[in-house]
């Protein structure tokens, strides 16, 4: 038997995705609109401990459908493991769009109506949900979540809150001057003194499981895989992999920005 | 609000689903099994009164994850609607996973273990909808179909039933000694002629409408766009667009198996 995602089917879920604003909130010239809205990864059933805010999906999750798949899915399933909350987590993005450009989600950080419809996500999932904690993965996400914050129904809640470094933080050139190796061991700095936080603060964790922090890097065991249960019926395992298997590609930013290919990863090929 | 296709979370597609048997069944030699299996286009709320059985999915359809959406999609949904069945409709394939290879398809017409897991979704189908008419796309859909009557469940579908040319025997080199002008008459005929035993059999049409008859080739009347509310949550306008935007790409037959290209038509672009 394999597990799956059900999806948006239920209520409130079924009305806030058909709901979904398009390129007149979110304009084109900033969002990738054309690859539609990606709402979420993890429980939509009232069993989630932990709510994760990220920033904005990417080419997997425009394939997959599922946020926070790729790199970062995985460092974040991995931090969220040391937790032990290895499946009552849910997570949604500060954009349901891709941003498109530098200065893309910058500049849509306080706006109202996105605002709005992030809010009614947040709304939802913190009504039908325990949440012990948040967590905001960068700065554009910790903006998010103080905007709700100072909403009537974001201020009643009562959780734990951290924000954290993105988990591409390290790839990111601008890090720690350019070093990537710095720039890891700064971000995985950052999320040990947020799982000092976060540890006691997840009163039901799936697994108990003493705090192990982090080294100076990631090791193979700080990652953990995307759980089958994450992704919608049908989808190969391989798209929950460790490697790469979707980019944009293209001769100009216009045939980029219009182009996703999809390769199996060598090894995980049947045939 | 936009209307997205609910998916399988309710039963008993959900464990349908959950059961759907991998490679052990369905062997990599004949199965693009690397892509997962697909399982349906349609309504799966007790609605459907026309059931279409395909032969199998193909590039488009592991992108977007349900079946008949491309060329033969367009043309099959064309001929609902000639039947005044524009919602009440569901789909689903011989072979939940893509044919590889051009004689895969036969190989298997006869397959216990795939048959077995193809019933299982007929008899629920049939179980739970009121379904007036099956109409079969091709030889292998007819095979398919005549296995199932042989069931004791099957034998107690008391609706109507046609075979039909596939909606892309036009396209195939073999048909009418490679005349695609004839091919296509030559199928519309034979549609036409399902038509005037369906029409009178659908006794519950979204629409009632006289029957109009194709005429020698196919005009742009004739097609019908795939409905938003059959896609899942977040997939954007143009996977239901009349243009081909999936293709299998590579410079090897391996590569080509692996890899597909997802390309957002020219004159469908936001940007």
New interface residues.
């Given amino acids: 038997?394999?597990?799956?995602d059900?999806?948006?089917?239920?209520e409130p879920y079924?009305s806030l995705?058909?709901?979904?604003p398009g390129?007149e909130v979110n304009p084109?010239?900033d969002f990738r609109?054309?690859?539609?809205?990606?709402?979420h990864r993890g429980r939509l059933d009232g069993t989630a401990r932990l709510l994760v805010l990220g920033q904005d999906p990417a080419a997997h999750e425009a394939?997959a459908?599922r946020i926070l798949i790729g790199t970062a899915g995985r460092r974040i399933q991995g931090f969220l493991a040391k937790l032990g909350i290895t499946h009552s987590y849910t997570m949604i993005n500060t954009f349901v769009y891709s941003v498109?450009g530098q200065t893309g989600g910058n500049r849509h950080a306080h706006d109202p109506a996105i605002g709005a419809y992030r809010h009614r996500w947040l709304d939802a999932l913190t009504a039908t949900n325990p949440i012990d904690a948040v967590v905001a993965l960068g700065t554009l996400a910790d903006k998010a979540f103080h905007h709700w914050r100072a909403t009537p129904t974001g201020s009643q809640y009562s959780g734990a809150y951290q924000h954290i470094l993105h988990p591409t933080y390290p790839d990111s050139s601008t890090a720690a001057d350019g070093d990537p190796t710095a720039a890891m061991a700064a971000m995985l700095a950052n999320w040990n003194a947020a799982l000092d936080v976060l540890h006691p603060a997840i009163t039901h964790p799936d697994l108990v499981t003493p705090l192990v922090h982090y080294g100076d890097d990631l090791t193979p065991g700080d990652l953990a895989t995307i759980p089958e249960r994450d992704l919608?019926?049908?989808?190969?395992a391989?798209m929950r992999a460790d490697e790469a298997w979707a980019s944009r590609?293209g001769t100009s930013p216009?045939e980029r920005?219009?182009?996703?290919?999809?390769?199996?990863p060598?090894d995980?090929?049947?045939?």
Same sequence: chains 1, 2.
Avoid: S
Wanted: proline share 12%; aromatic share 14%.
């Fill in positions: 038997m394999t597990e799956f059900p999806g948006y089917g239920q079924a995705v058909a709901g979904c390129p084109a010239a609109v054309e690859w539609g809205p990606i709402f394939i459908r498109y919608p019926a049908g989808l190969p391989w590609q216009v920005r219009a182009t996703i290919v999809v390769t199996i060598t995980l090929r049947p045939f």
